[in-house]
């Protein structure tokens, strides 16, 4: 079968393609061709040797896809050739808290991941696709979608009539729109582009604001969302936005902490989180349970994935240089079966 390799860690010229003998499922585990995969800012960081501490030469990366089971082990129960599925991020979180030792259970890091024809998973790593959605759809759940959906819905308790605040248009972004959109919420998002906020509000977004041109976009936000702030901040560019985000929040504000878009480390004064009595939780995609769940809240709500661009498998190095650019709106996918 034919899989990439990060056979150097110095971006997407450190991709091979490859072949392999392919995988052969033992009792508890499920082997799924590959239809189509989708990327994340994790995938390119991955790729760039800044994620593992000692990364693997070798290493099949990409955490998020979907495609056809094509064999089961003796062992497997809940899962049957032919069922439609996605690839969970953490192969070993299937429900409760997030526990250390599950780190070494993610795809596309620790363990080789779904850039590849076939791929082999436990059966508890599998979750079957929303009704009626394409592989292409489908892959763009597992880690996106889910962070989204843990920051707002799990973690955030999301209520009607609250107000989200969401950075930029990327794939959690935008996906935290249409989550909070179809809650009732009011969304205002950030971007640093007149074009994509106005694609936004088609989307349903109340409000907009450029970043470049309104530096102080969290006071801004704020003044939008009117009384003292936003209820809800989903954080995704972490050291260099983080203090704007806190601006943003009304008194007892949530702040889901998930990325690292600008900046993993930086000096931020945190007595504005005291003042404002704000809570912040740190977001890691999410448990099977809760991609099971997020599964049939989408098929209720209709809600379908904004897809930027698909790329054949044969161009997955222009894939990664593409998102490393950051002009897509949505989430970027690779199609790996023909």
Known sequence: MKAYEIQAYSGSDGLRLVDRPPPEPADHEVLVRIEAASLNYRDLIVLRGQYDRNPVPGRVPLSDGSGEVTAVGSAVTGIKVGDRVAGCFFQGWSHGQFK???????????????????????????????????????????????????????????????????????????????????????????????????????????????????????????????DEGVDHVIEVGGAGTFLQSVRACRSGGKIGLIGIL???????PIFPIVSKSATVFGIYVGSREMFESMNRAFEVAKLRPVIDKVFPFESTPAAFDYMAAGSHFGKIVIRVGE
């Not at 955030?156 to 009732?184: D, H, M, N, R, Y």
């Not at 009011?186 to 450029?210: H, P, Q, W």
């Not at 600008?262 to 931020?268: D, L, W, Y």
């Open 100 to 226: 250390a030792p599950m780190h070494r259970t993610a795809l596309g890091g620790p363990i080789d991941g779904v850039l590849a024809e076939f791929v082999k998973f436990r059966e508890e790593g599998l979750v079957r696709l929303p009704r009626d959605y394409s592989f292409e759809e489908g892959a763009t759940l597992p880690c996106a979608a889910l962070t989204a959906w843990q920051s707002l819905i799990v973690r955030g308790c999301l209520i009607p009539g609250e107000t989200v605040l969401l950075l930029g248009t990327g794939g959690v972004s935008i996906f935290g729109l249409q989550i909070a959109k179809s809650a009732g919420a009011k969304v205002i998002i950030t971007s640093s582009s007149d074009e994509k906020l106005d694609r936004a509000r088609k989307l349903g977004a109340d409000a907009g604001i450029n970043y470049r041109t309104t530096p102080d976009w969290g006071k801004a936000a704020a003044t939008l969302a009117g």
């Open 262 to 268: 600008a900046g993993r480390v930086g000096e931020t």
